[in-house]
């Protein structure tokens, strides 16, 4: 064997053991095979072998690897280490992993994805959705709620709280319908299809508020008083962290409490005075109890040593003399129930902070803690029930409206945002299907939760813009018709509350993901930060060389996957989605190198380097919400009619984290280090395209034709062809013109001229008189005609109706 052939050899069984992950021992014991067969072969030389262990005895000799290696890089790591406050310390704590982690780790297990159970509806939150979820959709008047009462009408509010509605996530044994995240997150998406007012009516006390951190955190004695009427309506909760200077930085209230003796209710009682001005305050108007959020403290030190206790959660009933509330803010023509609350030196007993006493100074890991799950389910529902509907309604408006002798959604120009509006719809529903069936797996995923939260109402602002450009006018126009604007005027709600957007992307997704995901760098810092000298050297040094091996495997598997086109991989299915899982896997494992690279050479500085973050989190996002798109295909049993809608959101997905790689690159500080990220990753540049123009084209088509695949992307919304709901009535008028356009053009071809596709009662009857078309086929052009004036008129006013009236 010659020299060459054995090098070959070594780099070939180089790659494949790092490919594979091989560990260190593996890795020499393999060497030390190879160098044996080369000393055989007279390649080997008494050099090789000295210099083979020179690194390999350091390495593999774990008192000399600690001491001459771990040691002074644990020096190193504890240099350059990211500052962490206490509050960021407990959001990363807070919450679990789940399938994110396979992602970043770089090798995802696509049968564990397929695995996870598909979430179901039990009889019982069926029943409620198909009963009093569907009852109160109809109750509900978009354009009296926001153009009128400025408020859901009282038969609604009463409603809700009689069908329990504001109790969804409160359990049984208190009264509650203590429903799964997935049913929860199907009545929003439902009540979406209506009013916006009423999803945020419904959600916000579903979600991070007095029921969910009492359930989780309070005493028997809260638990037993609140819950039961929280459950009833009895009790309408808000919850109260922002304050006009801190939002974003909501770790950083100013609002505070100072205990003291005091008198409460005519005795006198351990207490704190708390002094608050907060903004923005979803239900504050109307609640009866106030969740506040304030930071303790203790200077006579009548409860404990310390001064400071730090961000506290209590509940106050807001008729307690000093609590203000009442005064409304006016969000975007969306008036839910949202106002401030202030209260000078208002004294209550301690026993009012939730949990007691002993939960002062824990507010905050209780607030990250259920922010992890709730984040998941609110937000990204009511945004995906929002595209869902406007899809349909938007798919039927396109076939119905013509222009130019044609129905607008044949215009390749307008194939392309319905086609946008299509895929997004069915990736959506696949991520909050994904999201909410891991939450009822037990999860808390935080991770997830921003991810879902920031792509799926950015996806939502996107969608409604595209559909307002399709309905031009129609959409611009207000009044009962109009199903579009409110929502085109709320988008940025969704996008501010919980984390507002620009701040999820650039600090959360990532610095979360990087440091919870990681298989290593959670031990490291670990590790770092351990005062115990020995155990710190000893778990760094595992961690390091774990860290090691991981770092060069993905950098292998980055080199083989772009230099083989990543096309010689196992996949789970060998069908038309075999090539999204390989891509998938080859970006995945990029991700995985991109994190180290970014890391290891920004150090402590990655946290302020935001866009370099954005974009990693942008990696990994796009990579969840494609494996959400798979699964849901699969769940589904692989519906080949919706491969199109698949296709879309995965070549989107793919193209986008491709942009995301390119971009980062381009702007990585390092310029030597981006010059190898670029030859490993784009060795022959970038090459995916986005969604092509036919396959937006078979978009637009099924959004235009009704079919189970339709029906698919609708499931679960409201739907009623009821003439007082547009966009139920919409579905008809599409059924309708689908069966009528045959009539037309044999009517038209019968009378041997071509008439306009409007005022098909006048088509029907000339075209009956001549014999052309049967007295059915006439009703039919006729009730059509009505139906299509509809979906194509808008509202106008008296100028008196439109002035502000007191
Ligand atoms: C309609 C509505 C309902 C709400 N309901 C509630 C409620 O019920 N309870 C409650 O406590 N709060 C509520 N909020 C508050 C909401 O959560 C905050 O508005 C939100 O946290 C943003 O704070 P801010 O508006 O002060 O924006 P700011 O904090 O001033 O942020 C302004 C911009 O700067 C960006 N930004 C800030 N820091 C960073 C950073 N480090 N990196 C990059 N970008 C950054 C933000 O993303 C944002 O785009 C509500 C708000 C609204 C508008």
Redesign the pocket.
């Known amino acids: 064997m010659e020299f060459f052939t054995w090098v070959v050899i070594v780099i070939a069984l180089c790659i494949f053991m790092a490919y594979n992950r091989a560990s260190l021992s593996t890795f020499s014991l393999a060497f030390i095979a190879l160098m044996a067969l080369g000393t055989f072969l007279d390649i080997v030389s008494f050099f090789g072998w000295f210099f083979f262990a020179i690194i390999a005895i350091p390495l593999n000799v774990s008192s000399i690897r600690k001491e001459y290696i771990s040691a002074p890089l644990l020096k190193v790591f504890r240099s350059i280490m990211p500052d962490m406050s206490t509050t960021e310390q407990e959001a990363i704590d807070a919450g679990t992993t789940w399938f994110e982690a396979e992602l970043f780790k770089g090798n995802p297990n696509w049968t564990k994805l397929h695995n996870y159970p598909k979430p179901r509806l039990s009889a019982e939150e069926l029943a409620f959705l198909n009963g009093p979820v569907e009852e109160v959709c109809a109750m509900t008047n978009d354009w009296e709620v926001t153009h009128e009462l400025a408020d859901l009408s009282p038969e609604v509010w009463q409603y809700l709280k009689d069908k329990k509605f504001f109790a969804m996530i409160i359990k049984k044994e208190f009264g509650g319908l203590d429903f799964s995240a997935f049913a929860q997150s199907r009545v929003l998406q439902k009540l979406s299809s209506v009013s916006s007012v009423l999803a945020s009516t419904v959600g ?1 006390p579903n979600s991070l ?1 007095p029921a969910e951190l009492l359930q989780h955190y309070g005493t028997e004695e809260q638990k037993n008083y609140y819950l039961p009427r929280l459950a009833t309506g009895e009790e309408i909760p ?5 304050s ?1 200077e ?5 770790s950083s209230i100013p609002d505070f409490g100072v205990v003291c003796k005091g008198e409460f209710e005519g005795k006198e009682v351990l207490g704190m005075k708390l002094t608050w001005d ?7 108007p109307v609640a009866t109890v106030l969740g506040l ?1 304030f930071k303790l403290r203790d200077p006579d030190h009548l409860i404990g040593e310390k001064d400071d206790y730090g961000i506290t959660c209590a509940l106050i009933p807001t008729d307690i003399e000093g609590v203000i509330t009442g005064r409304r ?1 006016f ?2 023509n ?1 008036p ?1 129930q ?1 106002g401030p609350t202030q209260g000078n030196e208002v004294f209550v007993p301690l026993d009012f902070i939730i949990g007691g006493a002993e939960m002062a100074g824990q507010g905050w890991r209780m607030l990250v803690e259920c922010l992890s799950v709730g984040r998941a389910i609110t937000l990204p529902s009511n945004s995906t029930g929002g595209v869902k509907s406007l899809a349909l309604a938007t798919g039927a408006y396109a076939r119905i409206r013509r222009q130019f002798k044609l129905s607008i959604g044949k215009m390749e120009g307008v194939q392309e945002p319905l086609a946008r509006i299509g895929g997004n719809a069915y990736l959506m529903d696949a991520v909050t299907t994904m999201s909410t069936g891991a939450i009822d797996l037990g999860e808390k995923p935080s991770v997830i939760s921003a991810i879902a939260k920031y792509h799926l109402t950015e996806k939502m602002r996107q969608c409604v813009s595209d559909a307002m450009d399709i309905h031009g006018g129609k959409g611009i126009c207000m009044g009962k018709g109009n199903y579009l604007a409110r929502n085109y005027q709320g988008a940025p ?1 969704a996008i ?9 992307r ?2 959360i997704i990532y610095g979360q993901g990087a440091i919870r995901c990681h298989p290593y760098v959670l031990a490291e810092i670990a590790a770092a930060k351990n005062e115990d000298a020995k155990e710190a050297l000893d778990d760094f040094d595992h961690a390091l060389f774990g860290h090691i091996g991981f770092s060069i495997s993905n950098i292998c598997r980055s080199l083989w996957f772009s230099f083989t086109g990543s096309r010689l991989q196992k996949t789970p299915f060998s069908d038309q989605t075999t090539r999204y899982y390989q891509l998938l896997n080859r970006f995945s494992s990029n991700l995985a190198m991109l994190s180290d690279i970014s890391m290891a050479t920004l150090g402590g500085e990655l946290k302020r380097k ?1 866009r370099i973050s954005a974009r990693l989190g942008d990696v990994l996002s796009y990579l969840y919400l494609a494996s959400a798109t798979l699964k849901r295909y699969n769940d589904e049993g692989r519906q080949i009619e919706d491969f199109p809608l698949v296709q879309w959101a995965l070549e989107d997905s793919l193209y986008k984290i491709q942009e995301a790689i390119d971009d980062l690159i381009s702007n990585f500080p390092n310029k030597g280090v981006a010059l190898f990220l670029r030859f490993t990753i784009f060795p022959l540049g970038t090459w995916l395209q986005k969604p092509s123009d036919a396959i937006d084209q078979k978009v637009a088509e099924i959004l235009q034709t009704p079919s189970e695949t339709r029906s698919r992307i609708g499931k679960w919304q409201y739907l009623k062809r009821d003439p007082a709901f547009p966009m139920g009535q919409l579905e008809q008028t599409l059924e309708d013109i689908v069966a009528c356009e045959p009539i037309y053009t044999k009517a038209c071809k019968g009378l041997g001229k071509y008439l306009p596709f409007y005022k098909l009662n006048l088509v029907a009857e000339e075209a009956l008189a001549a014999g052309i078309i049967t007295q059915e086929e006439a009703d039919l052009l006729s009730k059509t005609e009505i139906g299509r004036k509809a979906a194509i008129d808008v509202d106008d006013f008296d100028s008196e109706d439109l002035r502000l009236k007191k």
């Open positions: 916000v508020g808000c919850f109260a962290l922002t006009p801190a939002g974003s930085d909501a907060k903004r923005y305050i979803t239900l504050a959020a803010h969000p975007l969306i839910f949202n709600i501010t509350v919980e984390g507002a957007n620009i701040l999820t650039s600090m935001e």
